[in-house]
């Protein structure tokens, strides 16, 4: 399957065969992609948390309100982010740099990151959402469907998956065989409502 029909053939599916499980060469096969998605100066700040007991995997389905995707999925992905991966041994990010350059892109992390929490949130947030769509990519040319959810409560399954004070939860993603197709695309907005040539129009720009 190309990224064309990837793309176009991706959606979101809540009903997956509950009998399935994806192989251990395949979870692997589809997490050695998504560490090739991008993150800014290389700081690989996305974790993720393969949830393979069936209780444990149970008690968050009772913390997602009860989705049955969450158990029936082979796969269940929570894609969390390091907020202080910048501050843990940068050097290794750019280890097979030139010297002087790895010397440089630690320093300028150092830089960048130090005090300004705000800006660590927004960049995992951001690793873990081009990871998110990496993944549901290449599940789809694996012949696989997903679903990604943020309808959970955040606090109870980061409980529940151990997660460190300096982490946070993103969101979710379940991959699968689907048992029960999406439906159609309910309104996608034109592309002309949505991209702009250089600037916004005069006069739509509400600052609230």
């Known amino acids: 399957m190309d990224v064309f029909e990837a793309i176009s053939t991706r959606r979101s599916v809540r009903h997956f065969d509950p009998d399935h499980r994806m192989a251990e060469d395949e979870v692997r096969e589809l997490m050695e992609h998504v560490l090739l998605s991008p993150t800014a100066f290389n700081i690989q700040n996305w974790r993720f948390v393969a949830v393979e007991n069936d209780e444990l995997r149970c008690e968050i389905r009772k913390a997602a309100w009860d989705q049955a995707q969450v158990t029936e999925c082979s796969l269940l992905l929570v894609l969390c982010l390091d907020l202080k991966s910048w501050a843990k041994s940068p050097e290794r990010y750019w280890r097979n740099a030139p010297t002087a350059v790895a010397e440089s892109m630690v320093r300028e992390i150092k830089h960048f990151y130090r005090d300004d ?38 606090k109870r ?17 379940c991959i699968g065989k689907t ?9 996608q907005l034109a592309l002309d409502e949505v991209l702009m040539r250089d600037r916004f129009p005069d006069g739509e720009y509400d600052a609230g």
């Not at 399954?157 to 300096?166: C, E, R, T």
């Not at 048992?179 to 309104?187: E, V």
């Open 117 to 154: 929490e705000g800006l660590q949130r927004d960049e995992g947030m951001r690793s873990c959402g081009m990871a998110a769509q990496t993944a549901m990519l290449v599940a789809r040319a694996m012949g696989y469907d997903s679903c990604p959810m943020d309808g959970f409560d955040f």
């Open 157 to 173: 399954v980061g409980h529940l998956i151990n997660l460190p004070p300096d982490h946070r939860i993103c969101m979710m993603i």
């Open 179 to 187: 048992l029960q197709g999406a439906h159609p695309r309910s309104g």
